[in-house]
């Protein structure tokens, strides 16, 4: 991709707003899914990609606005399904994300892999240069170091139902 195609989203662009840090930044945490049923979702105002870390795997990150104006990071696991699923979504879609199941380890001893089903309803003319496809690959990756810790809880999880379309916030179903 040429250089004067790649779009980018920075701090001094949001203080020129008055707008202070990126909104990873003012993230209250990063959402964990710890059972089956827990969902988040909301407009997608950030994403970018975290490379491995400390043991920790490569990750496409998407920072979601939630309707009672939290905002949380949700990291999912770099790989070809996450890619496929999520490639086109651009900052101001809405994006819904629920652990529907655990998948048994391959290997003995290994946790079972968690799977996510991704919801995104795309808002709004589709651009290639501000996808997540363009904008959060290993090409754009931010280490941890780059972004200031969040203040607030560190988790968080909300119930869902399985097998119906998650909540963008508790009580209120689908878009």
Do not use: C
Request: proline fraction near 7%.
């Amino acid at each position: 991709m040429a250089e004067e195609n790649k779009v980018t989203q920075t701090s001094d662009d949001l203080d020129s707003l008055g707008i202070k840090g990126l909104p990873r930044d003012r993230a209250v945490g990063w959402f964990k899914f710890e059972k089956i049923g827990d969902a988040v979702g909301g407009t997608v105002v950030d994403m970018f990609f975290a490379p491995e870390n400390d043991g920790m795997q490569a990750q496409r990150v998407f920072t979601i606005e939630r309707q009672n104006g939290e905002i949380w990071n949700v990291g999912l696991r770099w790989n070809s399904h996450t890619q496929t699923r999520t490639d086109a979504v651009q900052i101001g879609d809405k994006l819904g994300l629920r652990f529907e199941k655990e998948i048994p380890a391959q290997r003995k001893g290994y946790s079972p892999a968690k799977s996510i089903g991704k919801y995104p309803e795309y808002v709004g003319a589709r651009d290639p240069r501000k996808s997540a496809a363009a904008l959060a690959g290993p090409a754009n990756a931010v280490k941890p170091e780059d972004f200031d810790e969040p203040e607030g809880p560190a988790t968080s999880g909300s119930s869902g139902t399985p097998n119906a379309a998650p909540s963008l916030d508790d009580g209120e179903e689908g878009w």
